[in-house]
């Protein structure tokens, strides 16, 4: 408010209404980006230890492992359950093929993790060991290697708004469900146990819980990793909207066609016969409109997308 010299918020938000482009500028206001490689280091060792073995049972090289990140900023999180999986990979024969989908809303934040450029204070939070396979010195900085980049795809999602990812084995979402009040709680849950497969995996942060829920059961509640409960998951239309690149709304109001080609838009008075007239709105065109009591008369309009003022 006060970059863009708004004394109350009454002003703001018609600054708001008047700059739709400051609208991109709050929200990254409100976005949290703190985030580290192996953040809570025994979390990780747990998830390596206890879960991402049984990922890889009963797998060959013709299967998938699909992990889903939520909420993964620059992609430190991503990344580092990417190392995990490949050195699992390295371990055993006819590994199966890797796939970590990698979501935000920050589209900024996900611009920076598709470059994979850290700061070389990673150091303290990756071994000399990884740091050698999976990244290579850049000027001062170190880039994430081809073998490990190639295995995660950036893309930005909503997670309250958009379809979730499915057939997926493990969904990590840490530290972000505790910015959401209880019904988005829920939500979330219900998206992520409608996106996991029988038996799949959850991993929260150390302040996060989906323990006493029909969704889910713990497996290492310490630690914050959940297995997927065998109980059927309806996703109502609150939860989910269609599938497309999510973006922050604008409100901008316009005349929308109803399916019968014609709608009723507004009424205006003629001043020089003080005569009320009737104005309806298409997308589809034709000579002349004749409806004389609903839009719904509008029937014989060849569909032609330009929309055209019709009087009754």
């Not at 507004?266 to 589809?284: G, K, Q």
């Amino acid at each position: 408010m006060q970059v863009c010299q708004c004394d109350t918020i009454a002003t703001y938000h018609l600054y708001l209404r008047e700059h739709p482009g400051e609208l991109g500028h709050l929200l990254r206001d409100f976005l949290i980006s703190v985030t580290n490689f192996f953040r809570d280091r025994s979390a990780f060792d747990a998830l390596d230890s206890v879960v991402v073995p049984k990922l890889f049972a009963g797998k060959t090289s013709s299967d998938q492992i699909r992990v889903w990140v939520s909420g993964c900023a620059t992609g430190e999180e991503a990344y580092s359950l990417g190392i995990l999986l490949c050195e699992h990979a390295g371990r055993v024969s006819d590994a199966p093929q890797l796939q970590i989908f990698a979501t935000d809303i920050d589209e900024d934040a996900l611009a920076e993790a598709r470059i994979g450029r850290y700061p070389a204070t990673i150091a303290s939070d990756v071994s000399p060991e990884r740091l050698q396979r999976f990244f290579s010195p850049d000027g001062g900085h170190f880039r994430v290697s081809k073998e490990l980049r190639e295995i995660v795809l950036f893309s930005p999602h909503n997670l309250l708004r958009d379809p979730p990812f499915s057939r997926l084995e493990l969904i990590s979402c840490r530290n972000l469900l505790i910015y959401f009040n209880r019904d988005a709680q829920d939500r979330a849950l219900r998206v992520f146990h409608f996106g996991l497969c029988s038996d799949g995996y959850l991993f929260l942060g150390s302040s996060e819980s989906a323990e006493n829920t029909a969704l889910f059961s713990g497996l290492d509640v310490k630690h914050r990793l959940f297995v997927r409960r065998s109980s059927p998951t309806r996703l109502g239309g609150e939860s989910l909207v269609v599938a497309g690149r999510w973006q922050a709304p604008i409100h901008r109001p316009r005349p929308r066609p109803s399916s019968s080609g014609c709608q009723w838009a507004r009424s205006t008075t003629d001043s020089s016969s003080n005569t009320r007239r009737r104005a309806c709105w298409s997308t589809r065109t034709s000579t002349s409109c004749t409806s004389a009591s609903a839009p719904a008369a509008c029937s014989s309009w060849p569909a032609v997308n330009r929309r055209v003022r019709c009087s009754s």
